[in-house]
Nanobody
């Protein structure tokens, strides 16, 4: 059974940066596509970024384009989400999710394993 463990959340001021990590345990990491979703209070869960196990395939949400970078370290079974120039509206719980599908889908239903979430608060 796969387990996804997020870390790196917390509070940051507007304009600040934060790096989230998602460690994957219990499945062959190199064959997984991993994505980040987020859910703000009273809003639906939305796709943020994803990276395929197939080299060179990744996707980002338009709303954060240019402010986020997703990367993976297969040796550490970890996917990272680097965020810069954070805004109040980026406040949410960020979840990582995994699937064996090669394409990076932006629909949550395509992912069969989820982490518990990391809270990110952007506040002055």
């Amino acid at each position: 059974q796969v387990q996804l463990v997020e870390s790196g959340g917390g509070s940051v001021q507007p304009g600040g940066s934060m790096k989230l990590s998602c460690e994957v345990r219990g499945r062959t990491f190199s064959s997984l596509t991993v994505a980040w979703f987020r859910q703000a209070t009273s809003k639906e869960r939305e796709f943020v970024a994803g990276i395929s196990w197939f080299p060179g395939r990744h996707a980002y949400t338009d709303s954060m384009m240019g402010r986020i970078t997703i990367s993976r370290d297969n040796a550490k079974n970890t996917v990272y989400l680097q965020m810069i120039n954070l805004k109040h509206e980026d406040t949410a719980v960020y979840y990582c999710a995994a699937t064996e599908i090669v394409a990076v889908h932006q629909t949550a239903a395509r992912y069969d394993s989820w982490g518990q979430g990391a809270e990110v608060t952007v506040s002055s």
